[in-house]
């Protein structure tokens, strides 16, 4: 678990808390941090608040982002062992499509 603590400066006075940490951490999607924050990881000045607080100048914001998950299911397997017995149809880089034991 990863705890982030920032604090709210003029310019940001009046954003709801979602959009003022989207701003603040780009590389996470706004409905991922109105998910933690829905989830109750999301602290004002040490109180649990809703999406929809808009900030003052020197509220404390805390955050909790949760540690990345090994998805449920299947053993992961080596890119190269899958590459190697497959058939690469479409490749992009968003995305690949594998046909897997052609």
């Known amino acids: 678990m990863n705890e982030i603590v920032m604090e709210i400066t003029p310019e940001m006075e009046g954003e709801r808390i979602d959009k003022c940490i989207s701003n603040y951490l780009e590389s ?33 914001v805390q955050f909790e982002i949760p540690d990345c998950e090994e998805p449920a299911g299947a053993p992961p ?3 190269a062992s899958l590459l190697s017995a497959s058939s690469v149809l479409y490749l992009a880089d968003s995305y690949v499509c594998v046909v897997y034991g052609c």
Request: hydrophobic residues 40%; aromatic residues 8%.
């Open 28 to 60: 996470l999607s706004r409905s991922y941090i109105q998910k933690i924050i829905k989830d109750g990881k999301a602290y004002v000045n040490d109180a649990v608040v809703k999406a929809n607080y808009k900030v003052k100048v020197d509220d404390k």
């Open 77 to 79: 397997v080596a890119a």
